[in-house]
């Protein structure tokens, strides 16, 4: 029984003039003749399927349509062809300090961002001290938001999201969260949830980190599905060779 | 559809109580300041209009809250709820959540504005000597219908603010006309039975004019009425719903 199925998934991306612009600004541009949206293929035919405890990593340039398949593995966004079947609850890491509000105290933003996360109350009200004790921000917890560090902010957001259980576990560049003892820290936590029996999906620039983590590897490139497999040193070597080229 | 709701329960508690403090900013006036707002308004038209329009209407004052509660709960509700969809662009674009409850969340919070005026409301009819009925009671449909029509609208507008930006000052003009339409101060026996009937299609007059008929008159409306009142409602949520139910994951290229 896999985990997680994508079938064919492609996906068309737009982008254009009609990033905020008024309703004014619309009309003209189309009387003109100015309107342009240009629509491409972010990713296309990608099909894979990950078993309980696989450990993907994606490789690629940049734009090569990794962050995009991400948001559609977790239901952000909808594929525009093709199917993703998914079994048990999904979590995505995704760049973490985003979406706290800045006058919440750092007590309600961690509430908040749980409720976000999926998270009860009562399990909010069980961990709250360990979040906070994770983040070593015992004397800030009644301080608003907005006096953070941002390294601080990092922080909480990953010790908050370090608490998920889930059966999926997507995680897009965030191993390497503050400065070096609590990077420390929280790579070693990382490797405690990907140890728990997760289904992890790695997107990383870094070769080193894939090449030692992943049991499966999934290299895109320009949209395009390049290699899947598990043989981890033989796509990792070609990628590494297809980079210097 | 009641897992989904058990399940955000909790996000919703916590973004109500998010709208709440970042509004009022925790001061203790907060509350105060924004029950103000709509007695300022209806002390400036007690006094600017009464001359014009308040020598045939009995009970003037009255009158004009009516107009005044109704229209306000209308236009903060609705100029509120355009900007919960874009203020939240950084959840929805990361994290998989329902995108209405943004919105729900700040239509709580209108909600709760609108029932403390109303109690002020009631406070202004004893001074005016109106007759507390039974049929006081059925404002409770008039409330309803307006606060699922404010929803709707509110839906409508938070996703036309994304796709458009300049949404926010078209509407804030549109409010403006819609209120001089909506017969808050002036009373439209003196207009040809046309014009009258023209009101009708003004989904806000709808409203005041229930709670004018209740309160100042004793009488209830037809169910023609209620229907129209209705009506009104449901092409408007229904507008709504289907707009985020279409555009749901297509938000985010938009902002």
Not at chain 1, 87 to 95: H, M, P, V, W
Not at chain 2, 72 to 83: A, D, I, V
Request: proline share 2%; glycine share 8%; charged share 20%.
């Amino acid at each position: 029984m896999s985990v997680l199925e994508v079938q064919g998934v492609s996906i068309l991306y737009m982008t254009g003039d009609f990033k905020d612009i008024g309703l004014k600004e619309y009309v003209v541009r189309r009387l003109k003749g100015q309107y342009h949206v240009t629509e491409f293929w972010a990713d296309r035919d990608i099909s894979f399927t990950l078993e309980k405890g696989d450990m993907l990593g994606i490789i690629g340039t940049n734009g090569a349509g990794k962050s995009t398949l991400l948001k559609v593995i977790s239901g952000i966004m909808e594929p525009t062809e093709g199917t993703v079947k998914r079994e048990g609850s999904i979590a995505a890491l995704l760049e973490l300090a985003g979406g706290f509000d800045g006058e919440l105290t750092v007590r309600e933003n961690a509430y908040l961002r749980g409720a976000m996360l999926g998270y009860t109350r009562k399990f909010m009200d069980d961990t709250y001290e360990q979040i906070i004790g994770f983040a070593e921000l015992k004397d800030f917890e009644d301080r608003p938001f907005k006096q953070l560090s941002s390294g601080m902010k990092s922080r909480l957001a990953f010790s908050i999201a370090s608490l998920v259980q889930p059966d999926i576990l997507i995680l897009d560049e965030v191993l390497s969260v503050g400065d070096g003892a609590f990077r420390m820290k929280s790579e070693a936590k990382m490797r405690e949830i990907i140890g728990g029996g997760a289904t992890t999906i790695l997107v990383s620039h870094s070769l080193e980190q894939v090449r030692s983590m992943c049991s499966k590897i999934l290299w895109l490139h320009k949209g395009r599905q390049v290699e899947f497999g598990d043989d981890v040193e033989g796509i990792c070597g070609r990628y590494a060779a297809f980079l210097e080229k | 559809m009641l897992q989904k709701i058990k399940k955000n329960q909790f996000l919703f508690e916590e973004l109500v109580k998010r709208d709440f403090k970042t509004k009022y900013k925790r001061t203790i006036l907060g509350v105060g300041w924004s029950l103000l707002s709509p007695l300022l308004t209806l002390l400036v038209m007690r006094l600017v209009f009464t001359q014009f329009f308040g020598q045939n209407t009995p009970h003037y004052t009255t009158y004009l809250f009516c107009g005044n509660l109704v229209f306000s709960y209308f236009s903060e509700s609705t100029s509120q709820g355009m900007t919960s969809l874009i203020s939240n662009a950084g959840i929805f674009a990361k994290v998989n959540v329902p995108k209405y409850l943004f919105l729900f969340s700040k239509n709580v919070q209108t909600l709760i504005n609108f029932g403390l005026t109303l109690c002020i409301f009631f406070v202004f009819c004893a001074l005016d000597h109106i007759t507390f009925t039974w049929k006081f009671i059925l404002l409770l449909y008039p409330i309803l219908c307006l606060m699922l029509f404010n929803i709707g609208v509110g839906l409508v507008l938070s996703a036309l603010f994304v796709f458009f930006r300049d949404v926010q000052y078209l509407w804030s003009v549109f409010t403006q006309l819609l209120m001089y339409a909506s017969a808050i101060f002036y009373n439209i026996d003196g207009y040809s039975y046309t014009v009258q009937c023209l009101f009708l299609c003004n989904p806000v007059y709808l409203f005041i004019r229930y709670f004018r008929k209740i309160v100042l008159d004793a009488t209830i409306p037809t169910v023609w009425f209620h229907l129209l009142m209705l009506a009104d409602v449901a092409i408007v949520l229904g507008l709504g719903c289907w707009i985020y139910k279409k555009y749901n994951t297509r938000f985010l290229y938009y902002v």
